[in-house]
């Protein structure tokens, strides 16, 4: 049964110049998107009380509160279900924000990446630091409690101390839950024609990198994944379902799920999409060798690391025979640890963690 759902909201009114995510500008196509996206979820869906719903983007936000609404409806959901919406700063006031509340979001996250107006503009985003707090401020007072921000470190021209001074305005802002992702210049985005100057080289991205674990956990918050950071019970539920390896519902242009060992994806084409929502652009059926790589893959993202009792009983193997080589080998540069369930890797062992886990993949 799945209890996790994805729902891709492809539009946004200019791309960012790091982004590689599928984005247009075509908002004058948003209604018939929007008819063909229930069109998908009414075909697949198969009413399972949900446990995470999820709107990522693009800009989910700009959706109009009516428009969030018909598409929560679609769903059976409990009281204690997480729904999240992916915001820009600059998309959303507070009577946005208070109707979204009622429409049954319950969990914000803001595409911040800094608050260096700066910077902002260097990498195309079309807030600035004073719209991000505001917005922050105004889901505080529309009654939000479980309210993420995205940073991006390695951005043009930031240094430590930069970085520094978002962490810290985040917890000034006594937000509970921070999302870090470095920079990377990828197919399909500006910089990666244009390389910007300035960049932070890799030493310094990972010197931001432990900095932020630092100052992060000494402020109460847990590093419970790679990239994610809570305070107590602020978890992102959904995306453990990711790490934890379980199935989810992908709806929408590019979406991607997973369910019956199967993973699949739409298509990137808007128009294509909507014309034929509901015939996948691929599928591809996972080997008992890809289900046992991505246990191991998602289950070192986790800081909790890997239980090796689970993974010796789900896939029938020995897990400690299997990969004992593998493993003394990181233990002994210490990249990984021992936990009482398996191993985790290290602080260190993150920033090579790519490293690591192509050992791991046979």
């Known amino acids: 049964m799945i209890k996790n759902v994805y729902i891709h909201i492809p539009f946004c009114k200019?791309?960012?110049?790091?982004?590689?995510?599928?984005?247009?500008?075509?908002?004058?196509?948003?209604?018939?998107?929007?008819?063909?996206?229930?069109?998908?979820?009414?075909?697949?869906?198969?009413?399972?009380?949900?446990?995470?719903?999820?709107?990522?983007?693009?800009?989910?936000?700009?959706?109009?509160?009516?428009?969030?609404?018909?598409?929560?409806?679609?769903?059976?959901?409990?009281?204690?279900?997480?729904?999240?919406?992916?915001?820009?700063?600059e998309t959303v006031n507070y009577e946005y924000l208070k109707n979204l509340k009622k429409s049954g979001i319950n969990r914000l996250s803001f595409g911040c990446q800094t608050f260096n107006d700066n910077i902002l503009k260097l990498i195309g985003r079309r807030h600035t630091a004073a719209d991000a707090e505001n917005a922050v401020k105004f889901a505080q007072r529309a009654g939000f409690?479980?309210?993420?921000?995205?940073?991006?470190?390695?951005?043009?021209?930031?240094?430590?101390?930069?970085?520094?001074?978002?962490?810290?305005?985040?917890?000034?802002?006594?937000?509970?839950?921070?999302?870090?992702?470095?920079?990377?210049?990828?197919?399909?985005?500006?910089?990666?024609?244009?390389?910007?100057?300035?960049?932070?080289?890799?030493?310094?991205?990972?010197?931001?990198?432990?900095?932020?674990?630092?100052?992060?956990?000494?402020?109460?918050?847990t590093h419970y994944e790679i990239s994610n950071f809570c305070k107590n019970g602020f978890e992102s539920r959904h995306n453990l379902n990711y790490w934890n390896n379980n199935t989810y519902y992908g709806f929408g242009a590019s979406a991607h799920g997973y369910g019956n060992r199967i993973r699949y994806f739409n298509t990137s084409n808007l128009e294509e999409y909507i014309n034929n929502p509901t015939e996948h652009k691929g599928k591809h059926k996972l080997t008992k060798k890809e289900q046992l790589e991505e246990e191991i893959f998602l289950g070192f993202r986790k800081m909790e690391g890997i239980n090796i009792e689970q993974i010796n009983n789900k896939f029938n193997i020995n897990f400690i025979k299997k990969y004992g080589n593998t493993i003394n080998k990181y233990l002994f540069y210490q990249y990984l640890k021992e936990t009482n369930s398996g191993f985790t890797l290290t602080d260190n062992g993150i920033l090579v963690s790519n490293i690591i886990l192509a050992d791991f993949l046979e």
């Open 14 to 89: 200019s791309k960012c110049k790091y982004c590689s995510f599928f984005s247009v500008p075509k908002l004058e196509f948003k209604e018939q998107y929007l008819n063909s996206l229930k069109k998908e979820v009414n075909t697949f869906y198969k009413n399972e009380l949900i446990d995470t719903l999820y709107f990522g983007g693009g800009t989910p936000s700009l959706l109009t509160n009516e428009e969030f609404q018909s598409l929560v409806l679609m769903f059976n959901l409990s009281d204690t279900s997480e729904v999240t919406a992916e915001l820009n700063p």
């Open 145 to 221: 409690r479980n309210i993420s921000i995205d940073f991006i470190y390695g951005l043009p021209e930031q240094t430590l101390t930069d970085f520094e001074m978002d962490l810290n305005k985040a917890i000034e802002l006594n937000i509970p839950h921070v999302s870090l992702y470095g920079l990377k210049i990828e197919d399909g985005c500006y910089f990666k024609k244009h390389i910007p100057p300035n960049l932070p080289d890799e030493d310094t991205q990972a010197e931001m990198y432990l900095k932020a674990i630092e100052i992060l956990t000494k402020n109460q918050f």
